[in-house]
């Protein structure tokens, strides 16, 4: 939990669970706020051996847009934490992506219902993204 600094005491119950090139994904908790959360942790050192402007301003434009975008259906930013090493994003934690769910529940294939909410869901949190200006790649 180096990677937290002055902010190891909030949390506990951290672990890895994925990574790439710039940043790393934490599922731990914090303890002040008494929520699960998931920690995107980005290396500055990596900023730097890359484009650091760029970079800069992606890391900037996604907590802007995840602050922007609120809704039930799309993951919540809860705050920005910055150390001499890291800048971290605590976010709200989904113990599963929506490929994951659906490979996880084979009865949505045999209940159109559900079927149906996952799909209104997703076509709702692109409708509040594209409202707010936010273009989506995936």
Known sequence: MEFLGDYKNNYEDIFNVDENNISKIFKGYNKKEGREI??????????????YDFILEQIKREEEITKLCKSENIINFYQKLET???IIFELEYYSQNIMEYISNNGELRREPENFKNIILSLANALLIIHIKGVMNRY
Request: proline share 0%; glycine share 6%; aromatic share 0%.
């Open 38 to 51: 998931c920690l995107k942790v980005i290396d500055k050192k990596q900023i730097e051996l890359g484009d």
């Open 84 to 86: 001499q090493n890291n």
